[in-house]
């Protein structure tokens, strides 16, 4: 009598023949359905050599799989103990990264910058991080070159802001009234790193950036 391997991974339990249902065989229920198939096929039909030798490559199969998927689990951990500690060396590092925040805090301010189109003259906002206007900086005229935003962290009033993160908008006009387009960035240290749901975060005073944002290391 031959035993045909249950669809889909089943197995039968003793408590009340109750069916339960298995995602995949093992290389263990391979071989326990393989060798109940030998005890139990009729001797006077026994299994011929070529669908023995289908089964054990099936099992040879399956070996090989469980054996490349681990692995390819091992190098994929590797890889990313590799990662860590490159990111690991970025601590300490100037970058200068894509976005339009800033961070106050622990004495510290970091950068902004934003490059013109064409020459105009600008004006740069400052929000929290409800969206409110806390500043506004008119810096005249300025031309295509590389700028800084250097904020004191004051508001309009001239006190000093809570620390957090805050957002700068900037906004320029040629001589002719026209808007001007601009690029805007920002610029600090890497004070820390955090991993949350397999993104790797570095940490910028109170901002957050991936290392695809960063644009350049200064130093």
């Given at each position: 009598m031959n035993i045909t391997p249950l669809s889909g991974g089943e197995k039968t339990t003793a408590a009340g023949g109750q069916t339960t249902r298995k995602n995949s065989l093992s290389q263990e229920d391979f071989m326990s359905l393989f060798v109940a198939q030998l005890r139990n096929q009729n001797?006077?039909?026994?299994?011929?050599?070529y669908q023995m030798a289908s089964q054990m490559a099936q099992f040879s199969g399956l070996q090989a799989l469980?054996?490349?998927?681990?692995?390819?689990q091992n190098m994929t951990a590797f890889q990313a103990s590799i990662n860590n500690l490159q990111v690991a060396g970025l601590i300490g590092k100037r970058v200068e990264a894509e976005g339009n925040r800033l961070s106050v805090g622990a004495g510290m301010i970091t950068e902004g910058g934003y490059q013109l189109a064409?020459?105009?003259?600008?004006?740069?906002?400052?929000?929290?991080k409800e969206g409110k206007l806390v500043r506004t900086l008119d810096e005249g005229l300025r031309d295509t070159s590389k700028q800084k935003i250097l904020w004191d962290g004051k508001n309009q009033m001239g006190n000093p802001v809570p620390e957090g993160t805050y957002t700068f908008e900037v906004s320029?006009?040629?001589a002719t009234g026209q808007s001007v387009s601009c690029s805007s960035w920002l610029v600090g240290t890497i004070n820390g790193i955090s991993f949350e749901d397999g993104i790797t975060y570095l940490h910028l005073g109170s901002i957050k950036i991936t290392i695809s944002d960063i644009r350049s290391i200064l130093g």
């Open positions: 001797p006077l039909q026994p299994m011929d050599n469980n054996t490349m998927s681990q692995a390819i064409r020459p105009g003259k600008v004006t740069i906002k400052i929000y929290d320029a006009i040629d």
